[in-house]
Nanobody, 124 residues
Framework: QVQLVESGGGSVQAEGSLRLSCAAS????????MAWFRQAAGKEREFVAS????????DYADSVKGRFTISRDNAKNTMYLQMNSLKPEDTAVYFC?????????????????WGQGTQVTVSS
């Protein structure tokens, strides 16, 4: 089992930036793909970005392409989400998750470990 702890959330104005971190502990971090999902109030959890085991492949939701960048540092057991040009519609609780294997997916069911989430609020 791996434990995940997100940090870096907060409140910003539109067009601002935030960098989320996801620190992992427990089982070997490097063997697994990881992802960020988000859930806005009253809405279902949605895919944001994913990264494969070594960072060589990434995928993004259309709504964040060109604005968000996912990365990972396996030596530090940490994944990141750099969020630029934030919009009010990016407001949500952001969750990090690890997959069951090395390849990423956009489906939440393919991820079996989740953090508790960090709130991101973007005001207009």
């Amino acid at each position: 089992q791996v434990q995940l702890v997100e940090s870096g959330g907060g409140s910003v104005q539109a067009e601002g930036s935030l960098r989320l971190s996801c620190a992992a502990s427990g089982r070997t971090f490097t063997n697994y793909a990881m992802a960020w999902f988000r859930q806005a109030a009253g809405k279902e959890r949605e895919f944001v970005a994913s990264i494969n085991w070594n960072g060589g492949s990434t995928d993004y939701a259309d709504s964040v392409k060109g604005r968000f960048t996912i990365s990972r540092d396996n030596a530090k057991n940490t994944m990141y989400l750099q969020m630029n040009s934030l919009k009010p519609e990016d407001t949500a609780v952001y969750f990090c998750a690890t997959a069951g294997g090395p390849l990423q997916s956009i489906l939440a069911v393919d991820y079996n470990n989740w953090g508790q989430g960090t709130q991101v609020t973007v005001s207009s």
